[in-house]
């Protein structure tokens, strides 16, 4: 396996695993805030600015303390010995066979024991505690950096225009006002 697919797939799993993290902490902390906002009414306007420092203080300690139940649901990031292994295991669950015409070999892929660094996992236990399936293109072949270049060049600019695009209509609205 190139070394190049190796690094593409700690890149996209580190990429992944920091979109789940804030995807889960937005989830978490916007049931949080439903919760906090119907058991703390808005109160009269002079009492506003305590009313949102005790928001902010009870958002940042609840932050805090969700944030590593969060974190530890899976690994960051990919261990340099266990990322040939973690892909080795994860086009085993994509390349097992069907059960249907195979009868029980997909199961025995799936309960093939793939030794890391530190411990010995099964393809279904790999599966479960990294979820490699949604960074499975990474895996496919190598792509040139000069897409990732061009990529990230165009995000900037899609970026660009969102805000030229809000400055836009923040104008039309002051306008018509």
């Known amino acids: 396996m190139p070394d190049e697919i190796v690094v593409q797939v700690c890149d996209a799993y580190a990429k992944f695993r920091s979109d789940e993290i804030d995807r889960d902490m937005d989830d978490i902390m916007t ?3 439903t919760r906090w906002e119907a058991e703390n009414p808005a109160p009269k306007q002079r009492h506003l600015s305590e009313y949102h420092d005790r928001y902010r203080t009870e958002f940042e300690q609840h932050r805090l303390s969700v944030l590593p139940e969060v974190v530890a649901k899976r690994p960051e990031r990919l261990g340099q010995y266990d990322a040939p292994q973690l ?3 994860t086009k085993m669950l994509i390349c097992r066979p069907h059960s249907k015409h195979f009868g029980g070999e997909g199961d025995k892929v799936l309960d093939a024991k793939v030794e890391l660094f530190d ?3 099964s393809v279904l236990e790999i599966h479960k505690k990294y979820s ?4 499975k293109a990474s895996m496919e072949k190598v792509f040139p950096k000069e897409q990732d270049a061009l990529l990230a060049s165009l995000a900037e600019q899609l970026e660009e ?6 400055q836009l209509v923040y104008l039309r609205s002051d306008m018509s006002e």
Not at 132 to 135: G, K, N, S, T
Not at 161 to 166: A, K, V
């Open 119 to 121: 411990e010995e996992l």
């Open 87 to 89: 892909i080795r295991a």
């Open 161 to 166: 225009l969102t805000g030229i695009r809000q």
């Open 132 to 135: 490699l399936w949604d960074i």
């Open 31 to 33: 049931k949080w805030r």
